[in-house]
C-alpha cells in the first residue's frame, strides 16, 4: 500500500484511484462496507483502491483541549486499511489552512484537479451523512451534483447497522467507556486494540510473577478502568505472533495513584519485547480496578484474573 501525503504535485502513479472519502478511525463495519464499495467500483474501471482520510483528526483540530479519543492511531489505521486491500491512503493534513477551504474548491482542487495537481480520482464512495468542506457546507448530494463536470463517478452508502446498533466510531467509543469489549467488536469486525511499542516500566509485574508489557495510550481513548482477558498481536520482531493474555487499565492505587496506565501480561510467554509494536485486544471485562492492602493479596487476585482470563478466551468469538 502507498501512503501519499498531501494532493499536491503527485507522481501520475499516485492519482486516479477509486476512493472513499472519510476519517475511517476504527475502521468498523460501515466503514469495510465504504472500502468494498470502492473495490467494487475499481474493479469495474480498472483503478487502484484508494481511501481518503486526515490527520490530525478533525476533531483534534476543532477540540484540541478534548481527552483522548481515537480508537486507532495512524498506523494501526494503516495497517488495517491495507489488510483490507487498499492500494492508495491518501493521507491529508488537516490544519487551518484546510480547514478553511470551501466544499466547491475542495471538490475542484483536492479531489479531481488538473495541471495544478489534486488527486484525479475516478470514483467516489461516501456515507450519506458526511460533511465536508468549510463550515461543514458540503454534502453527498453537492458531491454528485458536480462529480460529472470533473470526470469522476459517486457512489452515496447509506448508514449500517447490525445487532449492536448503527455501525459508528461514536459508538465504539461509548461501549469501550462501559467496558463492554463484545459490543464493541460486533461495530469493530474484531477486538478493540491498544497499540503501539512495548515502553520499560517499573518492573512491578515481574517481581509479583506477572511480567507485563506496557503501552502508553497517547491520543488512543482510555477504556472502563479495570482488568481486561486479552488477545496480544505481537506486530515484529523475533516474537512475532498471537498470545493471550490479562491486561490491566486504570492507575494502580495499589502503588498509588498516577497517570493511566496498560500493562498486559502474555500467558506462557518468555522473551524481550522491549520497543516490539503490539495491537492488544481487550476481549472481555473481567472486573473493576481496586486497591489492596498487601503485595500477596494482589498477587493472589491477580491468580484468579489469570484464571478467568483464561475461561474467557477459550469461549471468545467476535460477535456478528
Given at each position: 500500500m502507498q501512503l501519499i501525503r498531501g494532493f499536491e504535485g503527485l507522481a501520475p502513479g499516485q492519482r486516479g484511484a477509486s476512493v472513499a472519502l472519510g476519517n475511517f478511525d476504527g475502521v468498523h463495519r460501515g466503514h469495510q462496507a465504504l472500502i468494498a464499495e470502492a473495490a467494487r467500483a475499481g474493479g469495474r474501471i480498472g483503478a487502484p483502491t484508494g481511501i481518503i482520510t486526515f490527520e490530525p483528526h478533525p476533531r483534534r483540530f476543532f477540540q484540541?483541549?478534548?481527552?483522548?479519543?481515537?480508537?486507532?492511531?495512524?498506523?494501526?489505521?494503516?495497517?488495517?486499511?491495507?489488510?483490507?486491500?487498499?492500494?492508495?491512503?491518501?493521507?491529508?493534513?488537516?490544519?487551518?489552512?484546510?480547514?478553511?477551504?470551501?466544499?466547491?474548491?475542495?471538490v475542484e482542487r483536492v479531489l479531481a484537479g488538473g495541471d495544478r495537481g489534486g488527486l484525479g480520482i475516478r470514483h467516489l464512495v461516501i456515507g450519506e451523512d458526511f460533511r465536508f468542506g468549510k463550515d461543514r457546507a458540503g454534502d453527498a448530494?453537492?458531491?454528485?451534483?458536480?462529480?460529472?463536470?470533473?470526470?469522476?463517478?459517486?457512489?452515496?452508502?447509506?448508514?449500517?447497522?447490525?445487532?449492536?446498533?448503527?455501525?459508528?466510531?461514536?459508538?465504539?467509543?461509548?461501549?469501550?467507556?462501559?467496558?463492554?469489549?463484545?459490543?464493541?467488536?460486533?461495530?469493530?469486525?474484531?477486538?478493540?486494540?491498544?497499540?503501539?511499542?512495548?515502553?520499560?516500566?517499573?518492573?512491578?509485574g515481574r517481581g509479583l510473577g506477572y511480567p507485563t508489557a506496557n503501552l502508553a495510550f497517547g491520543e488512543q481513548i482510555i477504556?472502563?478502568?479495570?482488568?481486561?482477558?486479552?488477545?496480544?498481536?505481537?506486530?515484529?520482531?523475533?516474537?512475532?505472533?498471537?498470545?493471550?493474555?490479562?491486561?490491566?487499565?486504570?492507575?494502580?492505587?495499589?502503588?498509588?495513584?498516577?497517570?493511566?496506565?496498560?500493562?498486559?501480561?502474555?500467558?506462557?510467554?518468555?522473551?524481550?519485547?522491549?520497543?516490539?509494536?503490539?495491537?492488544?485486544?481487550?476481549?472481555?471485562?473481567?472486573?473493576?480496578?481496586?486497591?489492596?492492602?498487601?503485595?500477596?493479596a494482589l498477587t493472589a487476585q491477580m491468580d484468579r484474573d489469570a484464571a478467568l482470563a483464561r475461561t474467557r478466551l477459550a469461549r471468545a468469538a467476535i460477535p456478528a
Open positions: 484540541p483541549e478534548a481527552p483522548p479519543f481515537r480508537l486507532t492511531t495512524p498506523a494501526e489505521k494503516a495497517r488495517l486499511l491495507a489488510a483490507r486491500g487498499v492500494e492508495h491512503l491518501h493521507e491529508l493534513r488537516f490544519d487551518a489552512g484546510f480547514a478553511s477551504i470551501p466544499a466547491e474548491d475542495f448530494l453537492m458531491l454528485r451534483n458536480m462529480s460529472e463536470a470533473f470526470g469522476f463517478t459517486v457512489s452515496i452508502q447509506h448508514l449500517l447497522a447490525g445487532q449492536s446498533g448503527e455501525y459508528s466510531s461514536t459508538a465504539v467509543r461509548v461501549h469501550l467507556e462501559q467496558g463492554r469489549c463484545e459490543e464493541a467488536a460486533a461495530q469493530l469486525g474484531r477486538w478493540h486494540g491498544v497499540t503501539g511499542p512495548v515502553l520499560k516500566g517499573e518492573q512491578r477504556p472502563r478502568y479495570g482488568i481486561y482477558a486479552a488477545r496480544v498481536e505481537v506486530l515484529d520482531g523475533p516474537h512475532a505472533g498471537v498470545f493471550d493474555g490479562v491486561a490491566s487499565i486504570g492507575e494502580r492505587p495499589t502503588f498509588g495513584a498516577g497517570a493511566p496506565n496498560f500493562e498486559v501480561h502474555l500467558f506462557d510467554f518468555d522473551g524481550d519485547l522491549y520497543g516490539a509494536e503490539i495491537c492488544a485486544g481487550l476481549v472481555s471485562y473481567l472486573r473493576g480496578e481496586e486497591r489492596f492492602d498487601s503485595a500477596g
